[in-house]
């Protein structure tokens, strides 16, 4: 639905983007995370054409923003970090304007108003002027507008930025609910937002993709981390474990649990390695008090991607 084909953006002698290329798929809801000037809203601006790559190109649904515009656009809403609202408007008033402009039928524009607003929760509020409403209902106008023309895909940057706890909540639950059936991008730097909210995560650093990932596989990779408790005696569950196939790395952990010993045990190229210990600690007579995998948190993976770890 969205491919970015090694595009780059240069202004002057500043790199932004440096050959950025990833696919999101109808469906998905893909999370852009990076660090200020890291190149997430120059790459927003070249999905959406307000800004022409310096090379490479973006599509949607297979139409190039800038040389198939009236296409690309027809598939696209786009709610930018700073709504472009009109104050004098009511409500209605901006909104009919919004599908005017996105090329909805003018007899069916009542209509298609109505729908869109009770989908954002502003049926309420559509006789009131842009200017009296809160930040968060000014917000919900923005998503409206965004929705204006039934877009496949939607482009979000930073839609909860400035709201208050009430209004994020509000807000996340509005973009899933927008999720059914669409395509949806956005950027953040709330990594708790993206990991609620997402299924595919990409993090941008220094202009660079340098993790591209479902969210469901987020940090698994040929080596799987365990975390073992067991009522044992520490080095000789250190011995014995060190024997088996495919360990790497042992740390040992403390613990409050008396006479037991805690282990992080990392596996390299090994299937089923919870199984692989059950049955060494059977044969060793030390009963298991806790056995887990240890997933790489979106937060550690986003230190090790913006410090260079990443791969």
Known sequence: MIRLEQVTKRYGSVQALKGVSLEVKKGEVLGLLGQNGAGKTTLLNILTGYLAPTGGRALIGGYDPLLESREAKRRLGYLPEHPPLYDEMTVREYLSFAAELKGVVRRAIPAHVDEVMALTGLSDMQNRLLSHLSKGYRQRAGFAQAMCG???????????????????????????????????????????????????????????????????????????????????????????????????????????????????????????????????????????????????????IFLDAISGDAH
Request: proline share 5%.
């Open 150 to 300: 039934d877009p496949e895909v939607l482009v979000l940057d930073e839609p909860t930025v400035g709201l208050d706890p009430k209004q994020i909540t509000e807000i996340r639950q509005l973009i899933q609910s927008l999720a059914k059936g669409r395509t949806i991008v956005f950027s953040s730097h709330i990594l708790s937002e993206v990991q609620q909210l997402c299924t595919h995560v990409v993090i941008l650093h220094d202009g660079l993709v340098r993790v591209d990932s479902p969210m469901a596989t987020l940090g698994q990779g040929s080596e799987t981390t365990l975390r073992l408790c067991a009522a044992a005696d520490e080095t000789r569950l250190l011995t014995a474990v060190k024997q088996l196939d495919g360990v790497c790395r042992i740390e040992a952990q403390p613990t409050a649990r008396e006479g037991a010993a805690e282990l992080l045990i990392t596996f390299r190229e090994v299937q089923e390695p919870e199984r692989r210990l059950s049955a060494l600690l059977s044969h060793l007579g030390a009963p298991i008090l806790h056995l887990s995998r240890q997933g790489g948190s979106l937060e550690q």
